[in-house]
């Protein structure tokens, strides 16, 4: 029980530079109080003392604002950070060395009893602070969902995924453990640079090649008027302003 301690402590001390020492960590995390708190109710959940179980689940959310189901799985040197408002599943598991921000919801789509309602997450995913992710899929190891994503399938190992619905807006390959420490460092709440989702991308693309044909049409006008041809101005029937749909876009 004190090396998982240690261990925890350890982990949340190198992932966030706020903490100043393990006195603070172990004093004032709530993330690590609701894990701790969450180890000790589902030891009753799986001696068949559920109702002690949910209790024990229950003082904790009281104490810290995060809701870990007795019936959850949570891995080694998971960092719940800030943690208000995570709410975890009852068949939900939870991979080592993950992250997970204020707001998160790993919640089902199922009310079948006995079924895997809630998601798995792989070793060393990041989810976003208010991301959602429901249903009995997995989130593959070293996967990233960014803030307020709400996904609903399943996402690849090494991936970020964005958007509500969630897309897939960067594929990689599964990262080393020293990679995967520096991506906890660099991709905080799962955002990742340059990762513009990619339906804005294409409607941008659209809205640029629409322009260009604007551009391409009034040439043509003007030559046509240039060699005396008459013909309606294109400002007449309203010019194509891109430079407003872009900015409705984003």
Sequence with gaps: ????????????????????NSWEVLTC???LHAVILHRW??????????????????????????????GAT?????????GMGVVIGETAIVGDDSTIYQGVTLGGTSLAKG?????TLGRGVIIGAGAKVLGGFTVGDGAKVG???????????????????????????????????AARLFAAYGV????????SKALHGLI????????????????LQGAGIGCRRLEEAGQFDAAQLNRLVD
């Excluded at 030891?43 to 870990?68: H, N, P």
């Excluded at 640029?208 to 030559?223: S, Y």
Aim: charged share 25%.
């Design 29 to 31: 995390y709530p993330g």
């Design 74 to 82: 949570i891995g080694r040197r998971v960092f719940i950070d800030h």
């Design 208 to 223: 640029n090649q629409v322009a260009t044909q604007e551009q391409q049409l009034e040439a043509v006008l003007a030559a």
């Design 192 to 199: 990742m640079p340059n990762g513009d989702d990619p339906l």
């Design 41 to 70: 109710a589902q030891a009753c959940w799986k001696a068949d003392l559920k109702w002690l179980g949910r209790f024990i689940s229950q003082v904790g959310r009281t104490l810290t604002g995060i809701e870990i189901h007795p």
């Design 115 to 119: 079924a895997k309602r809630h998601p």
């Design 1 to 20: 029980m004190f090396n998982r301690l240690r261990e925890d402590i350890a982990s949340i001390r190198e992932r966030d530079p706020a903490a100043r």
């Design 147 to 181: 803030s307020n994503a709400v996904v609903t399938k399943e996402v690849p190992a090494g991936a970020t995924a964005v958007g509500n619905p969630a897309r897939i807006v960067e594929r990689n390959v599964v990262p080393s453990g020293r990679e995967q420490a």
